[in-house]
Nanobody
Framework: QAQLVESGGGLVQAGGSLRLSCTAS????????MGWFRQVPGKEREFVAA???????NYADSIKGRFTISRDNAKNTVFLQMNSLKPEDTAVYYC????????????????WGQGTQVTVSS
């Protein structure tokens, strides 16, 4: 059974940094598009960033220049380095994976993690 597990969330002050990790198991995800989404209670899940297996990246405008997505295919892991965090970045962050770039960008990926909470205090 393929599974994505996120880690690295927590509480940080505004201006601080966090690094999220998402490790895949159950199959090889090296050729998959991997992405990050976030969701605040009462709002729709929002695209954050994605990377193809060749490390072509795509970012939401709201986080460009502050967040960086990367991957280690040998370890089946994707990372989200988050710098200059703002209170509005507070959300549950989810990892997603699919063979289709459009599925990841559109939020309809086949595989999702359970999420990790990121809280940014002002």
């Amino acid at each position: 059974q393929a599974q994505l597990v996120e880690s690295g969330g927590g509480l940080v002050q505004a201006g601080g940094s966090l690094r999220l990790s998402c490790t895949a198991s159950g199959r090889t995800f090296s050729r998959y598009v991997m992405g990050w989404f976030r969701q605040v209670p009462g709002k729709e899940r929002e695209f954050v960033a994605a990377t193809t297996w060749t490390s072509i990246t795509n970012y939401a405008d709201s986080i460009k220049g502050r967040f960086t997505i990367s991957r280690d295919n040998a370890k089946n892991t994707v990372f989200l380095q988050m710098n200059s965090l703002k209170p509005e970045d507070t959300a549950v962050y989810y990892c997603a994976a699919d063979t289709s770039t459009w599925a990841v960008l559109g939020g309809t990926a086949d595989y999702w993690g359970q999420g990790t909470q990121v809280t940014v205090s002002s």
